[in-house]
């Protein structure tokens, strides 16, 4: 009998080998097994995110591209008041500074121009309480808050206006006559909110029984019966006006100065003085009517208060 030929490892690296390898690869394949999985598990994990579109927001109001931009009419009132009031209610005369006062928007009048008056068409108005606009108000311009008045062509904004009129000598007959259907028209074609105060001057004030601020259709027309009984007196000043107007509480938003002759320069300054009391100060129109003797006055009390000359011719005869 033959018996087969057995092989002996001859050497210790293949007894080693032949003792330790199997155990090798089956822990090899076992620990990538280990690995693969954990790493499949706790790998991060790339997604692709797509860009949402930009989003889109409807607010409802019109682009540039849909606005109309034509046609548009700028109203030029002059140069605007950087002081501003809150609107007020009437209230009778007290003491100046006692508390304080309000504040309240009061604008500029158009540019001033001389403005020749027919007499005949003036006394057609005499008393005239209907209200109707006689079309001296600029396009546009009893919208533009508080309220409006005009006095001798001058337009202005503002919720309270006092009007100091001369009835000195010299405005004796058809000027104090036509004066008076001014005045009447000026409060019967207010708009809005306006409020008046009526006062009358020569060498003293001669203000309105009615010692508040116009509120209402009734009042305005007590103050319109009142007007046409005004008769002259001597001299002409008018800071006894102003003394008087000044006081009221709340103070004027717009002031209309108004006289036919010359009075004492050192009255400006006086005017000047007495309205920088307020905060803010009044708006001063004046007016010179049927003579100049007093322009250079009248036009430095509007400068100082930023306001505006006017003369008026006056009635032809």
């Given amino acids: 009998m033959i018996r087969p030929t057995v092989r002996h490892a001859s050497t210790r690296s293949e007894r080693f080998l032949k003792a330790f390898g199997p155990a090798w690869v089956i822990s090899a394949v076992a620990h990538a097994l280990v690995f693969g999985t954990l790493f499949w598990i706790f790998a991060p994990t790339r997604t692709t995110v797509a860009t949402p579109p930009a989003a889109v927001i409807n607010t409802g109001l019109p682009t540039t591209d849909e ?128 409020q008046f105060y009526v006062t009358f001057f020569s060498s003293e004030a001669d203000p309105q029984p009615l010692k508040r601020w116009t509120a209402d259709r009734n009042e305005v027309a007590a103050v319109s019966k009142w007007v046409q009984g005004i008769q002259t007196a001597n001299g002409t000043s008018p800071v006894v006006g102003f003394q008087h107007v000044l006081k009221l509480k709340p103070p004027p938003d717009v002031v209309y100065l108004m006289t036919d002759g010359e009075f004492d320069p050192r009255e400006v300054e006086q005017i000047r003085t007495l309205n920088q009391a307020l905060r803010p100060p009044a708006v001063i129109h004046t007016v010179a009517f049927g003579g100049k003797q007093g322009e250079a006055e009248l036009k430095m009390i509007a400068k100082q208060a930023k306001g505006t000359y006017r003369y008026v011719a006056g009635p032809k005869p």
Avoid at 77 to 84: T, Y
Avoid at 92 to 116: I, N, Q, T
Avoid at 177 to 191: D, F, G, N, P, Q
Wanted: glycine share 16%; aromatic share 4%; no cysteine.
């Fill in 67 to 194: 606005l109309d931009l034509g046609d548009v009419t700028e109203l030029n009132l002059g140069e605007p008041q950087a002081d501003s009031r809150a609107a007020g209610t009437s209230t009778a005369v007290a003491d100046p500074g006692a508390g304080d006062r309000p504040s309240l928007a009061a604008g500029r009048a158009e540019d001033p121009f001389a403005v020749p008056l027919n007499k005949g068409d003036l006394l057609a108005g005499l008393g005239d309480l209907s209200g109707r606009d006689d079309g001296r108000f600029p396009s546009g311009f009893a919208g533009a808050g508080g309220g409006s008045a005009s006095f001798f062509g001058t337009a202005a904004r503002g919720n309270r206006f006092a009007i100091l009129a001369d009835n000195s000598g010299s405005m004796q007959g058809t000027p104090l006559t036509v004066l008076k259907a001014e005045i009447t028209s000026t409060l019967a074609r207010s708009r809005g909110s306006a």
